[in-house]
């Protein structure tokens, strides 16, 4: 059974950090991809930040140049490092993985998400 948990998130105050963390388990076939998406109150859920099994990254416009995804393959472990939050970085923000199905598809998992709530 696959299991995605976060955690990290919490409420600090703007132009602070955080650091999400994503545990993976029950894995089997290959991951193509891994990151995080974030939901608002009120909007739809979006990309945040992107990691291919290359190293390639990919980021949302405004995000870019504060946030860092990285990866502990050895610990099935997935991360966000988020600096210089701002309050519109509130949202839940939930981990992805992509995971290649002998059959061709890609099936998605997701984790139950974590709150990150930043203040004026």
């Known amino acids: 059974q696959v299991q995605l948990e976060e955690s990290g998130g919490g409420l600090v105050q703007a132009g602070g950090s955080l650091r999400l963390s994503c545990a993976h388990s029950?894995?089997?076939?290959?991951?193509?991809?891994m990151g995080w998406y974030r939901q608002a109150p009120g909007k739809q859920r979006e990309l945040v930040a992107a990691?291919?099994?290359?190293?390639?990254?990919n980021y949302a416009d405004s995000v870019s140049g504060r946030f860092t995804i990285s990866k502990d393959n050895a610990n099935n472990m997935v991360y966000l490092q988020m600096n210089s939050l701002k309050p519109e970085d509130t949202a839940v923000y939930y981990c992805?993985?992509?995971?290649?199905?002998?059959?061709?598809?890609?099936?998605?998992?997701w984790g139950k998400g974590t709150l990150v709530t930043v203040s004026l």
């Open positions: 029950g894995i089997i076939f290959s991951i193509n991809a």
């Open positions: 990691l291919t099994t290359d190293g390639s990254t």
């Open positions: 992805n993985v992509k995971v290649a199905s002998p059959f061709g598809s890609v099936v998605n998992y």
